[in-house]
């Protein structure tokens, strides 16, 4: 799977939380182009990471603890392998990393 799919089956079977069908073109966009998606501070096992490289979003997955993430790096074209990684060690490769954590899409928060 991708990495935004690790996300979904995550939500899903951990969370009990339906994200619904979502385009593969909102990971290029980052979460701010998805509906129900807020930037917040990190909390494990509820909020995702974006990480960005040269200023656009690359890579995404579940912060399952202050210091490790759940992340898949497949793709349609090869499949990926979900494996556990030091957040430190996502953060010297990508750089940059944000938090987001999913609300109902109506909710005004």
């Not at 701010?32 to 490289?53: D, I, K």
């Not at 759940?70 to 010297?92: F, I, K, M, T, W």
Request: proline share 6%; with cysteine.
């Amino acid at each position: 799977m991708d990495c935004f799919g690790c996300i979904v089956l995550y939500h899903r079977h951990v969370l009990g939380v339906e994200l619904g069908e979502v385009p593969a073109t909102d990971i290029g966009a980052g979460f701010r182009a998805a509906a129900g998606w807020r930037e917040c501070e990190p909390e494990a096992g509820v909020t995702c990471f974006m990480a960005w490289r040269n200023g656009a979003p690359a890579h995404c997955g579940v912060l399952l603890t202050p210091t490790e993430v759940l992340h898949s790096e497949g793709s349609q074209d090869h499949p990926g392998s979900v494996r556990v990684s030091r957040l430190a060690v996502v953060q010297r490769i990508y750089g940059q990393i944000k938090f987001y954590r999913y609300t109902d899409a109506d909710d005004p928060q």
